[in-house]
């Protein structure tokens, strides 16, 4: 199985604040890559795919990258509302496996 | 509006077996593959199988091979999962995901609620 490894685990941001979340895979995943929210008590939300792609009626605040084998989301200017955990997810090959996800706080 | 509602979840002694059901409407539901996936309390995802437009081709996770069965009803815009011989290790909050893919890869789009299952003597 491709191993995703997500870092920070936690993150404490100020409003207004850029964030970044990286996740390495254990081998290459040819941007096969998905990010989600998931609020406090609410199910996952898809925000990006294919790597950068960002889903509809995602705020354009939220945008991902790579830069070699690494992925990152960034959150461009931190909210109250995006206080959530996030996970990222390779569909490179089966099994589809998760980050162990990040946690993000309004500082 | 995509939906997609869980139901079926509960306390359930090991060994036993439960089966949840998810019932999707706002799309065409024999146009996607769908999934489950869970995630045990305080703890990350986990997928754990998907299924194919037409149920032919199907997927599972390795801790579930052998005990959980995926299914589909597309007449009725269904998806089941079947969980035989349960652990301790399997509670959790199962949710049901439409699965979009595309050329080399794939995400999961919308997910239901969630349901609660518990696996305890």
């Known amino acids: 199985d491709i191993q995703m490894t997500q870092s920070p685990a936690s993150l404490s941001a100020s409003l207004g604040e850029t964030v970044s979340i990286d996740c390495l895979p254990s081998e290459g995943i040819s941007n096969d890559l998905a990010w989600y929210q998931q609020k406090s008590g609410k199910s996952p939300q898809l925000l990006i795919y294919a790597a950068s792609r960002l889903q509809d009626g995602v705020p354009s605040r939220f945008s991902g990258s790579r830069s070699g084998t690494r992925y990152s989301l960034q959150i461009s200017g931190m909210q109250p509302e995006d206080e959530a955990d996030y996970f990222c997810q390779q569909s490179y090959r089966y099994p589809p496996t998760f980050g162990g996800g990040t946690n993000l706080e309004l500082k | 509006e995509v939906q997609l509602v869980e139901s079926g979840g509960g306390l359930v002694q090991p060994g036993r077996s439960l089966k949840l059901s998810c019932a999707a409407s706002?799309?065409?539901?024999?146009?996607?593959?769908m999934a489950w996936v869970r995630q045990a309390p305080k703890k990350g995802l986990e997928w754990v199988a998907s299924i194919s437009y037409e149920g032919d081709t199907i997927y599972y996770g390795d801790s579930v091979k052998g005990r959980f069965t995926i299914s589909r009803d597309n007449a009725k815009s269904t998806l089941y999962l079947q969980m035989n011989s349960l652990r301790s290790e399997d509670t959790a909050t199962y949710y049901c995901?439409?699965?979009?893919?595309?050329?080399?890869?794939?995400?999961?789009?919308?997910w239901g609620q969630g349901v609660m299952v518990t696996v305890s003597s």
């Open positions: 706002g799309f065409t539901f024999s146009g996607y593959y």
């Open positions: 995901a439409r699965h979009y893919v595309y050329y080399g890869g794939s995400y999961f789009d919308y």
